[in-house]
């Protein structure tokens, strides 16, 4: 049984460019969520895909958006880069059944580096 | 929205002692506090939840409590070993409707267990 599967595991860009992060869920979950996680901080929710749409979002500007396909995969894209948004993207599968999600498991993140 | 609140942000236990960890949280519709570890450069790993409905639950040397009344929960871990040392996160999250799902992490205290 595959866990939740990121890729790619490092990426490096310059600012004012853009990137994608792939995220393939825990085989059986229908729900992928997006965190950033800054170097010493907590994980903070970018935003939650279900039935391929964005059903919640947290406080982050419209640079960062996303996309879930049939399959339940998932990419998180984010448009002119800034040396802040520099961090670990993390991605959590879960199951979202009869209105309630059960547990979130992560993947392993993309450490992203902006110069 | 959630505020968690995470104390304390470093932790030293020799091995064999016992080490506590007390989160807390501001939303009374928070129902759902998971636990993970997430060891240096790897992901969060869950390894202990509790639902709103449960005061205390255990498993093996770990153990949460929650006390919905004063909003606070705390991680238990007994009999510390050094490969408990890791960074501890709280969460808090609301399992039902338009926040579904969505964790609200604490900013993690880091445990460092002396053989």
């Known amino acids: 049984d595959a866990g939740v599967t990121q890729s790619p595991t490092h990426l490096i860009k310059t600012r004012g460019q853009q990137v994608t992060l792939r995220c393939s869920p825990k085989s059986g979950h229908d729900t992928v969520s997006w965190y950033q996680q800054a170097l010493g901080q907590g994980p903070q929710f970018i935003f939650q895909?279900?039935?391929?749409?964005?059903?919640q979002r947290g406080n982050f500007p419209d640079r960062f958006s996303g996309h879930q396909f049939p399959n339940y995969s998932s990419e998180l894209n984010v448009n002119a880069l800034l040396l802040g948004d520099s961090a670990l993207y993390l991605c959590?599968?879960?199951?979202?059944?009869?209105?309630?999600?059960?547990?979130?498991?992560f993947g392993p993140g993309t450490r992203l580096t902006v110069t | 929205g959630e505020n968690v609140e995470q104390h304390p942000s470093t932790l030293s236990v020799q091995e064999g002692d016992s080490a506590v960890i007390k989160c807390t949280y501001s939303d009374s519709a928070s129902n759902y506090f998971p636990w993970y570890k997430q060891e240096l450069g790897k992901r969060p790993q869950l390894i202990i939840d509790i639902r709103s409905n449960v005061g205390e639950k255990k498993d093996q040397r770990i153990a949460v409590t929650l006390n919905k009344t004063a909003k606070h929960f705390s991680l238990h871990i007994t009999e510390t070993q050094p490969e408990d040392s890791a960074v501890y996160f709280c969460?808090?999250?609301?399992?039902?409707?338009?926040?579904?799902?969505?964790?609200?992490f604490g900013r993690g205290t880091q445990l460092t267990v002396w053989p």
């Open positions: 959590a599968s879960s199951l979202r059944t009869s209105g309630r999600v059960y547990e979130q498991y």
């Open positions: 895909y279900y039935e391929e749409e964005e059903r």
């Open positions: 969460a808090a999250s609301i399992r039902r409707g338009s926040t579904l799902g969505r964790l609200y």
